[in-house]
């Protein structure tokens, strides 16, 4: 059996992707959706702050293709959403992520709010997590994996390791301590959830010193955000939400007629570079790491399990 440690989007994917090859599969976690900082994220397709770039744009790719089969499934919670990356100057060259989408186009000039320059649109996937998490824990017990809730967080990797000979770590910002990674850091974001005034586009925005995104679900709308690595609070900053709601709202002026319905803080698992990759233990133990996504999480969880999967395999 391999046992995978996390049960936040990245394990619950490899979890799956691993039954789908043949393997017998056990998660432990100590948090489960809703608890995890899968369920906080805005959930759309960007690979967004995440090294090593040309490999986490082939993970994305892959990615893309996944999530456009689950729109086909209505219970997934997945759709395809207009998307407008914006940007206050003219950009001399697109961004990255459009080496991973199909489609992309420069936005037109009447798509651009008012105090943006330049824009690159696509249609883009958006997992909408209060549907997509429990969505996948739903598929991967269906097809016999098995979930453990533990009391308390592991610590070490031999606790698992002494007895398991495939572990697939996808333990996220708790690799830090599990895997003594000073690479791993937490990435702060906070966010705002309102009502929905009828907004379907996501729009994105950031410039040299500020960071918005708009992301419409059917029920709600996540506004963002930050970006503060290193940053361990969870408590919620009047200033920084100030500074998003104003900033959101110039980007799309319907937010203000929308209610706040909560405040958020969730802490991405960021690392210097994506860990993905096979560890051996003396004891013939073998862990697969796949850690330190960042904001990809969502973006790069099928393309990182695909990988996962073939050094199981290989394993």
């Given at each position: 059996?391999i046992?995978?440690?996390?049960?936040?989007?990245?394990?619950?994917?490899?979890g799956?992707?691993?039954?789908?090859?043949?393997?017998d599969?056990?998660?432990?976690?100590?948090?489960?959706?809703?608890?995890?900082t899968s369920?906080?994220?805005?959930?759309f397709?960007?690979?967004?702050h995440?090294?090593?770039?040309?490999?986490?744009?082939?993970?994305?790719?892959?990615?893309?293709?996944a999530?456009?089969?689950?729109?086909?499934?209505?219970?997934?919670?997945v759709?395809?959403?207009?998307?407008?990356d914006?940007?206050?100057?003219?950009?001399t060259?697109?961004?990255?992520?459009t080496?991973?989408a199909?489609?992309?186009?420069?936005?037109t000039?009447?798509?651009?709010?008012?105090?943006c320059?330049?824009?690159?649109?696509?249609?883009?996937?958006?997992a909408?997590s209060?549907?997509?998490l429990?969505y996948?824990?739903?598929?991967?017990?269906?097809?016999?994996?098995?979930?453990q809730?533990?009391?308390?967080?592991?610590?070490?990797l031999?606790?698992?390791?002494?007895?398991?000979?495939?572990?697939?770590?996808?333990?996220g910002?708790?690799?830090?301590?599990?895997c003594?990674?000073?690479?791993?850091?937490p990435?702060?974001?906070?966010v705002?959830?309102?009502?929905?005034?009828?907004?379907?586009?996501?729009l994105?925005?950031?410039?040299?010193?500020?960071?918005?995104y708009?992301?419409?679900?059917?029920?709600?709308?996540?506004?963002?955000?930050?970006?503060e690595?290193?940053?361990?609070?969870?408590?919620?900053r009047?200033?920084?939400?100030?500074?998003?709601?104003?900033?959101?709202?110039q980007?799309?002026?319907?937010?203000?007629?929308?209610?706040?319905?909560?405040?958020?803080?969730?802490?991405?698992?960021?690392?210097?570079?994506?860990?993905?990759?096979?560890?051996q233990?003396?004891?013939?133990?073998?862990?697969?790491?796949?850690?330190?996504?960042?904001?990809?999480g969502?973006?790069?969880?099928?393309?990182?399990?695909d990988?996962?999967?073939?050094?199981?395999?290989?394993a």
């Amino acid at each position: 059996m391999i046992k995978i440690i996390g049960a936040g989007v990245s394990g619950l994917s490899c979890g799956i992707r691993l039954l789908e090859a043949g393997f017998d599969v056990q998660i432990v976690a100590d948090r489960l959706p809703p608890q995890t900082t899968s369920n906080v994220a805005a959930a759309f397709w960007l690979p967004f702050h995440v090294q090593p770039l040309d490999n986490a744009l082939q993970w994305a790719a892959v990615t893309y293709e996944a999530f456009a089969a689950l729109t086909q499934d209505r219970e997934s919670g997945v759709s395809f959403r207009p998307f407008i990356d914006l940007h206050p100057t003219k950009q001399t060259a697109p961004p990255a992520w459009t080496a991973a989408a199909p489609n992309w186009r420069r936005a037109t000039t009447d798509e651009l709010p008012a105090g943006c320059a330049d824009g690159f649109s696509a249609d883009v996937p958006l997992a909408q997590s209060p549907i997509y998490l429990p969505y996948l824990i739903n598929r991967f017990k269906s097809m016999g994996g098995k979930i453990q809730q533990l009391a308390a967080r592991l610590s070490s990797l031999h606790e698992v390791t002494a007895s398991d000979r495939l572990i697939v770590n996808c333990a996220g910002l708790g690799a830090r301590a599990l895997c003594d990674d000073e690479a791993v850091m937490p990435i702060r974001g906070q966010v705002i959830r309102t009502t929905n005034p009828g907004l379907r586009r996501i729009l994105t925005y950031e410039s040299d010193h500020e960071l918005a995104y708009i992301i419409p679900r059917d029920e709600d709308v996540v506004l963002g955000g930050t970006v503060e690595a290193g940053d361990w609070s969870e408590a919620v900053r009047e200033e920084s939400a100030e500074k998003i709601l104003a900033l959101c709202t110039q980007l799309e002026p319907t937010l203000a007629n929308a209610t706040i319905l909560e405040h958020r803080v969730g802490l991405r698992p960021g690392r210097t570079a994506i860990r993905l990759e096979a560890e051996q233990f003396p004891n013939g133990t073998t862990v697969i790491h796949n850690y330190g996504h960042g904001g990809g999480g969502y973006a790069l969880s099928w393309g990182c399990a695909d990988a996962v999967v073939k050094m199981a395999q290989s394993a």
